[in-house]
């Protein structure tokens, strides 16, 4: 199939936020509500000496004013417990929270954040990634030995989690390579930069709170709050209004408890909503900064022979979900290529920046781009084509990956082919133009994930589903699997999603996991309906149920059309007995096994599910005076599998590509020597514009894909982020002789690198 | 409690100026920097976007009256403007986005005084005057008087700019606007450059006038010295176009910030007053670029 087929259908949510019509969490308006500010740190790493609350607490309209000292003594963290909701004693970050405020206008809240007295005893900033795991370095989190961590991830000091992968004998490799080539390549952070800053309001009915709240992973939100104010899951409802997106920025549990314990604090509900700075500097969620060094050995055939690697991953003061990220570091250095030894491996490390966290495929923009950079530094060194270099050592079905996985069926290297054919389409080259290419993989993940599925008395179909929508669209989806299932048209159903209270759980919209998962569960929810419908027919239509097929709205009997009943007429009898009610759940598919390597911290990401390969072609253009490149166009290959929704798939690749190109040129968090961030807000941290976006043209290589997601599908959301800053570094480098040693590629680093 | 009158006559709005209100036109930068925290809102604001009276572009009198509150994106599209003070409409239309210029005022923009301002140089080239009027009455200020550092003018709070006033160039005059852009909207000038070029009648492509502004490198908008030294009785070429890089490089005084080195400035504010001269000489010799021409040169450009 190709994408220039007609599109199944369009999202559902379109028209409510193309009209605004769309209710956010922002736009929330409860009897009595009040407004939540917090008093940040403002200051990278001290000692709280003296926090007085007195004078905040007088300013009329203040009903609640909370620090550390009001909640109960939790830690907590994904994999690595070592954050409180509010600071104690000291403070690693600039955007840590000391006090909370509810007050009954924003301006009274600000006040009474104003008033609050903070005194501090200022201690040495942690801010260099090298120094930071030298001898004697001053230690963010001293009592991190007392803090519980998941089992089997090596910590040690400012090393908050180490992995690597082993395989082969690398030195021995090295020896036998006739060329050996080394890179070092640093990358600095960056954000998600949703549109919507995030919102919470919280409302306490009894000793049970509802929160709203624009997060991309509701049940996580709820355990979070479960965990650090002590409820019973039960007690906390978790609801997302529209969301303004998110790109792994609102993934974890961020404030919800917060606002939350406030509301119970001054018997009232109580809504945060954060300005663009607090968006910047807060949440403990940003793209990792990232030092990485390379060393190649190649064989004079262009064989890769041998790998060794490193990654220094900035951690941020806190461990929010990133103690994985150096196993995925680890596999983004190795890269999708056939590797017979490998030594790699990658530190996450503490320093007193914002803590770093799930930013859509989070360490592969950074690692991709200085790998595939590297790629193209091993290739000019032998004198070999690059796209030629990775056609021959590039993973492909039935071969061994540098981690010892052997890859079922997958497109890979027709990726490759067909994005460069696409891209010379283009036609010639001017001289200040050049086209990069480069490739990517991204795991597929499984998880648990549940639905319901009812048809009522009209035969009007509602998808109940854990499922949550950040923007991807994959939600919408489920409509058109339901509908398929039960011979339906999609329109016939709605959908109830994101709400802790109603629906079973799922992971939400994370690790490009919602079609791959909640798929699966949705299919079976309808299936069970689609018996009931069977059983239903066959009795009706005097034939036997395994005959009965639904098509079109209607249950006929195979081979004979006209012999049918209309779905909607099954679901009026049902509407009198047995009600049409499905749950679906299924099973996961399980990892597949690794050979030949060992893997110190393993985080189970060294053998992939479904993994998804891509191959972007960019077509950029220099400015040589100013140093100014511009993409003009993308050419994007994917391996996701079967594509289901083709407009949702397009949608999220044309969207990657463009945040990947913000990455590549324009995006970076600036911190000073104080470890602030100076470019907290929309003018400095530059975004891409609609104005920008280049051309992309997409084509997916469609392979079934067993033991993944519905019909064969993989993921796609954070694929179209893996590749694209390395194929324009590439390019870039084809222009102007060397490549840009700093990510972003901002137009005075590619100047520094003419001269 | 803060206050905010909707002006309904020029007079009802210099009465209230001279009360100590601050006027507000589009509100692009006066509100956007007191909801940024850069700036408090003032406490009584005076909205003067309604005032028909500044809302004129006149050429009756021979050159361009343009009124305070006329619109970037009115400017882009004015037809005496394109056609006689063209680098202006290069400014108006690099501002922000859309919506940025449909409500950003040239008044505003000319009084906030950025040293980053897009009409700026523009203005300078163009031998622009602004008009100042108070209750006790009217003056006229050349631009290269009016600006005095970051946000600051000669105005005195009491006086409203009510319009900016420029002479016709020459005949066989063209000018231009380039700014050095790391995105295609929403950007601010790293620096720009602004250049009037006038030739020889005779059409031997010889300069005769000669005028360069530019943006972002000092603490106001500066003209360029002896760049009529260095050009007149010389044709356009690589060698005059590498002397106004020079010129321009040397009077820069920018500063490092996070949008770019001292080093970086100095060099491209070179690379962007060559291009502003040489897109001016060629609509001096009646070629026709569109506005803006930082959409025709470099990689800016639209395919
Ligand atoms: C997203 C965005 C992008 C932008 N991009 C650019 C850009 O690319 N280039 C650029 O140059 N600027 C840019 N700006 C800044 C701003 O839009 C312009 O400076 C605009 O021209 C200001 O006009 P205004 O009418 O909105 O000014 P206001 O905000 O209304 O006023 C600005 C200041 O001038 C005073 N003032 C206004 N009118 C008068 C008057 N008639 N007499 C006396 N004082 C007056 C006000 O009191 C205030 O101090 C941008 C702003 C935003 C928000």
Redesign the pocket.
């Known amino acids: 199939m190709t994408i220039a087929e007609t599109p199944r259908f369009v999202r559902a949510d379109g028209p409510d936020k193309v009209t605004g019509s769309g209710r956010y969490t922002a736009d929330m308006q409860l009897a009595g509500m009040l407004a939540a500010k917090f008093k940040f740190a403002e200051i990278a790493h001290a000692r709280i000496v003296r926090l007085d609350l007195s004078a905040a607490r007088q300013i009329p309209g203040v009903l609640a004013v909370l620090t550390d000292d009001d909640v109960p003594d939790v830690r907590y963290g994904a994999g690595l417990a070592d954050r409180t909701l509010f600071a104690r004693d000291v403070v690693r970050y600039e955007g840590e929270v000391i006090a909370a405020v509810a007050a009954t206008t924003k301006e009274a809240a600000q006040a009474a954040v104003d008033a609050i007295v903070v005194e501090y005893e200022p201690l040495p900033i942690v801010d260099d990634l090298e120094m930071a795991t030298a001898d004697g370095a001053v230690l963010v989190h001293p009592e991190w030995e007392s803090y519980r961590a998941s089992p089997g991830v090596p910590r040690d000091g400012n090393v908050a989690s180490h992995s690597s992968v082993v395989r082969g004998d690398v030195d021995q490799g090295l020896r036998e390579a006739d060329i050996v080539v080394t890179s070092r390549y640093i990358a600095d952070g960056s954000h998600a930069a949703p549109i919507e800053p995030r919102a919470v309001v919280a409302q306490w009915e009894g000793d049970k709170v509802t929160i709203w709240t624009s997060t991309q992973v509701p049940f996580t939100a709820r355990d979070g709050v479960c965990q650090t104010l002590g409820l019973p899951t039960n007690r906390v409802r978790v609801i997302v209004p529209h969301m303004g997106g998110g790109f792994g920025g609102k993934c974890g549990f961020h404030y919800e408890a917060h606002i939350a314990a406030l509301a119970r604090t001054a018997r009232r509900p109580v809504k945060l909503v954060f300005t663009r700075r607090e968006e910047f500097i807060a949440p403990d969620r940003r793209r990792e900064s990232m030092i990485v060094d390379l060393t190649t050995g190649v064989k004079s055939d262009g064989t890769i022979v041998a790998r060794r690697g490193q990654a220094l991953l900035d951690n941020g003061a806190y461990t929010a979900d990133s103690s994985f990220f150096t196993q995925l570091a680890v596999m983004h250095l190795a890269g999708p290529y056939v590797i017979p030894n490998v030594d790699i491996g990658a530190e996450l490390i503490y320093t007193n920046h914002q803590p770093s966290g799930s930013v859509r495929a989070p360490t592969a923009p950074q690692a991709t781009w200085a790998r595939e950079s590297h790629t193209d530094e091993v290739a000019a060194a032998l004198g070999m084509d690059p796209v030629e270099f990775r056609l021959l050592n590039a993973v492909e079905t039935g071969k061994v990956g540098p981690s010892g996985q052997t890859y079922d069926e997958i497109g890979l290297t027709e990726c490759i082919r067909k994005a460069v054919a696409a891209s010379e389409t283009a036609g010639p080259l001017a001289d200040n133009e050049a086209v990069g290419v480069a490739i990517g993989w991204w795991p597929s993940i499984p998880s648990p994930s549940g639905a319901y599925v009812k048809l009522d008395g009209d035969g009007a179909g509602q998808i109940i589903t854990g499922a949550q929508e950040c923007g991807t669209g994959s939600v919408m989806t489920l409509r058109q699997l339901a509908a398929d299932e039960l011979g339906m048209d999609p329109e016939d159903f709605q959908i109830v999603h994101q709400d802790t209270a109603v629906a079973p759980y799922d992971t939400g919209a994370t690790g490009s996991q919602t079609l791959f998962n909640n798929g699966r569960a949705v299919i079976a929810a309808a299936g069970q309906i689609a018996e009931q419908l069977r059983e239903l027919a066959a009795d009706r239509l005097e034939a036997s149920m395994a005959d009965i097929v639904l098509s079109e709205g209607a249950a006929h009997v195979a081979g004979s059309p006209d012999r049918n009943v209309p779905i909607a007429k099954l679901a009026r009898i049902a509407s009198y007995g047995e009600l049409l009610i499905g749950h679906g759940s299924g099973t996961p598919p399980s990892a597949p096994e690794i050979s030949g390597a060992t893997c110190a911290g393993d985080a189970g990401m060294a053998a992939w599910v479904a993994p998804q390969f891509s191959c972007h072609a960019a077509r950029i253009r220099i400015d040589r005076d100013t140093g100014v490149v511009r993409v003009v166009r993308v050419d994007a290959v994917h391996d996701s599998g079967t594509i289901i929704n083709p407009i949702g798939a397009l949608g999220q690749v044309e969207g990657g590509v463009v945040m990947g190109i913000g990455q590549a040129i324009s995006e970076g968090t600036v911190y000073g020597a104080d470890g602030r961030q100076r470019n907290p807000a929309l003018?400095e941290y530059k975004l891409q514009t609609a104005a920008d976006v280049p051309e992309i043209h997409t084509q997916f290589v469609e392979i079934f894909t067993p033991d993944a997601g519905p019909r064969g599908a993989k993921g796609i959301a954070e694929a179209p982020n893996v590749p694209t800053a390395a194929a324009i570094a590439n390019a870039v480098t084809k222009l102007i002789g060397r490549p840009v040693t700093h990510l972003p590629m901002t137009p005075e680093r590619v100047w520094e690198a003419m001269r | 409690m803060k206050e905010l009158r909707i002006a309904t006559s020029l007079d009802e709005a210099l009465a209230l100026?001279a009360d100590g209100y601050?006027?507000?036109?589009?509100?692009?930068?006066?509100?956007?920097?007191a909801r940024g925290g850069k700036s408090e809102l003032?406490d009584h604001?005076v909205a003067?976007?309604r005032l028909t009276e500044?809302s004129e572009i006149d050429s009756s009198d021979g050159g361009l009256q343009i009124g305070?509150?006329v619109?970037?994106a009115r400017l882009m599209r004015d037809e005496s403007v394109i056609d006689g003070f063209t680098a202006l409409a290069d400014?108006a239309a690099?501002?922000?986005?859309p919506?940025?210029?449909n409500?950003?005022?040239?008044?505003?923009?000319?009084?906030?005084?950025?040293p980053?301002?897009?009409?700026?140089s523009p203005l300078m080239v163009l031998d622009s005057e602004i008009v100042?009027r108070s209750v006790g009455g009217e003056r006229r200020v050349p631009v290269s008087d009016f600006w005095t550092g970051p946000?600051q003018t000669v105005?005195q709070p009491d006086?409203?700019?009510?319009a900016v006033a420029m002479p016709d160039l020459p005949s066989e005059s063209g000018s231009a606007y380039v700014?050095l852009e790391y995105r295609r909207a929403?950007?601010?000038?790293v620096v720009g450059a602004g250049a009037v070029v006038s030739l020889n009648p005779e059409g031997d492509g010889r300069v005769v006038g000669v005028s360069l502004a530019l943006t972002a490198v000092a603490p106001t908008i500066i003209a360029v010295g002896g760049i009529a030294d260095a050009l007149i009785g010389r044709a356009i070429d690589e060698s005059a176009l590498a002397d106004v890089a020079a010129l321009a490089g040397d009077q820069a005084s920018p500063i490092s910030d996070l949008r770019a080195s001292d080093d970086y400035r100095r060099h491209t504010v070179g690379v962007m007053a060559r291009r502003a001269v040489e897109a001016a000489s060629r609509r001096a010799a009646g070629a026709s670029i569109p506005v803006p021409v930082n959409r025709s040169v470099g990689i800016g450009a639209v395919t």
């Not at chain 2, 409500?103 to 950025?114: L, Q």
């Open positions: 003018l | 100026v601050q006027p507000v036109a589009g509100g692009t930068d006066l509100v956007v920097a003032p604001v003067i976007d500044l305070a509150t619109s970037h400014a690099l501002v922000g986005s919506a940025t210029r409500v950003g005022t040239i008044g505003g923009n000319v009084m906030n005084a950025s980053a301002m897009d009409t700026g100042l946000g105005s006086e409203l700019c009510i700014r929403m950007e601010i000038a």
